[in-house]
């Protein structure tokens, strides 16, 4: 009665005639009957304990019909209502957002302001023309759908097509264990809490996968697959050293890639996972903080990288030498975000910030690359900067426009393109000072607006499309989770 698993103590497995079990009954059963031998419970031919075979499966699935059936009604169900909802959000905000472009100042001015603090720190301030813009209906809408207290969260995930999502995490008190939250964007109920295998430690990415699985990667060495119908890890990848992004093809979930800490990219195969099909050494030492699976113009797939040195462009199938640096390599930057828009990789954003200066001598002075994402009281941060990068043919790319916010001295935060409708796109990026999610547009970088803030500054920002039309942006501080539903 109690759900197989590929590995531990229920593993699924079988006995001679053919029937399946999860170990741990056959053997509770063979205790039961004197540890000598035992009939199978549904033919009666006699087994021992030795008969007992591993089946080895990287998921476990029993198909029921009856089951499918009813999971297609409520996903068509769950779509219509989806369509519903947004036509109706769609007509209360251009209701509020009327009443509001009616009441703006239309004296404001409609540049982008940098604001300078009395310590001389200066940062974006999203001009409230750049609002009214907004409501106005000339791009985005973000509507807050959900907002919840977290205590320790670190990277998220949105599954767009099962409104899921999953935040990880450390349980609350000392030397709390490290966890996955899982959250129904449709309930109203607080997150549901997974506990990790032991020696997990912390998880630096998570990447949503079709089908109800996620992949993370995570310092302790692993690349796991995640099971959200059972919430239970159904696969893990032994790395050589710590991981701190992952990614995986939508047309192909099978390969799964893994970039290290010390620069290399492994690329595995989820049905043969012992060892990596490919090691793919990197153009630095730098650990490799983003990865996107994208494709080129002529529909290849492919992988972008970014580590300290700037975003690359790997072969995904691993036949190439050495990766492609996007850009110039500038020693006065250092690379901490990449965001883009998959499965195109046509557009992009290179987030930088000034390459910390340790001429003094201090030989303790930490590496550019092994900065930690734990959230630390950095005030206001410093002058950063975000850069477009468009592609000029099928292999070279060029810089465009440019702006600036406050980015964390330390953190290596995440950022987000966002798609309005109309071949127009958005950039999103949690501002140090504003502790909140501003947005610029692309490719002009121009600014458009600011979201609610939080008290800690952000650390994850992820953005999902929804099949019904819109989509998803997450957000994701030391302690709260915010969620916008993104009408176009």
Same mark, same amino acid.
């Given at each position: ?386 850069? !477009? ?7 070279? &790319? %060029?810089? =465009?426009?440019?702006? $600036?916010?406050? @980015?964390?001295?330390? #953190? ?5 393109? !966002? ?7 958005? &950039? %999103?990026? =949690?501002?140090?000072? $504003?502790?909140? @999610?501003?947005?610029? #547009? ?47």
């Amino acid at each position: 009665m109690e759900p197989w698993t590929s590995e531990g103590e229920h593993r699924i497995s079988c006995i001679p005639c053919g029937h399946v079990y999860g170990r741990s009954c056959l053997e509770r059963w063979l205790t039961q009957r004197g540890n000598a031998s035992a009939t199978c419970p549904q033919c009666g031919r006699r087994f021992k304990h030795k008969d007992i075979i591993n089946i080895y499966a990287p998921e476990v699935a029993v198909p029921n019909n009856d089951l499918e059936k009813q999971l297609r009604f409520c996903r068509q169900k769950l779509e219509s209502l989806e369509e519903v909802v947004l036509k109706q959000g769609k007509l209360l905000d251009e209701i509020i957002s009327e009443k509001n472009h009616r009441s703006a100042d239309v004296g404001v001015s409609k540049r982008q302001k940098i604001a300078e603090h009395s310590d001389g720190r200066t940062y974006l301030e999203p001009s409230a023309s750049a609002s009214a813009a907004s409501a106005s209906g000339n791009s985005c809408r973000f509507v807050l759908l959900k907002e919840l207290s977290f205590d320790g969260a670190r990277v998220m995930g949105i599954d767009a097509s099962n409104q899921i999502i999953l935040a990880s995490g450390k349980a609350p008190g000392v030397g709390g264990e490290h966890v996955l939250r899982k959250i129904s964007m449709l309930s109203s109920h607080e997150a549901h809490t997974i506990q990790l295998p032991p020696d997990t430690k912390v998880v630096k990415d998570i990447c949503i996968l079709p089908g109800g699985s996620a992949l993370f990667a995570s310092l302790g060495r692993r690349l796991s697959l995640f099971s959200m119908t059972t919430n239970s890890v159904v696969l893990e990848c032994n790395l050589p050293l710590p991981a701190w992004s992952c990614s995986a093809h939508d047309s192909d979930s099978h390969r799964i890639y893994a970039g290290l800490q010390d620069g290399r990219v492994l690329v595995f195969d989820t049905r043969q996972h012992s060892r990596p099909l490919h090691s793919m050494a990197g153009l630095s030492k730098h650990l490799v903080h983003t990865l996107h699976s994208v494709t080129d113009n002529s529909g290849s797939r492919k992988v972008l990288s970014a580590s300290a040195i700037g975003p690359c462009m790997w072969d995904a199938d691993g036949n190439q030498s050495s990766p492609k640096l996007l850009l110039e390599d500038d020693n006065q930057r250092v690379c901490f975000s990449l965001a883009c828009a998959p499965p195109s990789s046509d557009l992009l954003v290179a987030s930088y910030r000034p390459k910390a200066d340790y001429s003094s001598g201090d030989a303790a002075a930490p590496s550019q690359a092994y900065l930690s994402q734990t959230p630390t009281q950095s005030g206001a941060g410093k002058l950063g900067q975000h850069t !477009v990068i468009r592609r000029t043919g099928n292999a070279s &790319f %060029a810089e =465009g426009s440019t702006c $600036h916010s406050n @980015v964390s001295e330390v #953190r290596m935060c995440k950022s987000a393109i !966002v798609p309005c409708g109309n071949d127009e796109h958005l &950039f %999103a990026y =949690g501002d140090e000072s $504003h502790r909140g @999610v501003l947005t610029w #547009r692309l490719p002009s970088l121009g600014v458009h607006s600011g979201l609610i803030p939080h008290r800690q500054p952000i650390l994850d920002l992820r953005y999902a499309g929804s099949r019904a039309g819109g989509g998803y942006l997450g957000c994701l501080s030391d302690d709260k989770l915010q969620v916008y539903r993104v009408d176009r």
